[in-house]
């Protein structure tokens, strides 16, 4: 009966261990960043949107275009930029 109890445990714990190791393998970013935000490097996951076509980029991969207010515009690609750049100064 004990040694039934004692293997039972075992195999729990090594299927908590085993999960353990996949999940921190399939999902290493959550384990990295866990609940701690604005901390060393969050921002340059940020996904940023493109006013233009709408697709969401990350950052880093931007092309970044100042607007008269000096806000950043970030733009998939230099066709989206000058599409957009066209467009709102037709508007304006
Ligand atoms: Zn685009």
Redesign the pocket.
Known sequence: MLRTLIIVLLVYLALKALFRILSAYFFPRQQRSGRVDGDSGVGDDLLVE?P????H?PKQEAIVVRDNDGRPLY???Q???DAYLAQTKRSA
């Not at 233009?52 to 697709?55: A, D, E, F, G, I």
Request: glycine share 0%; proline share 0%.
């Open positions: 493109d233009y076509c709408k697709v980029l733009f998939c690609s066709k989206c930029r």
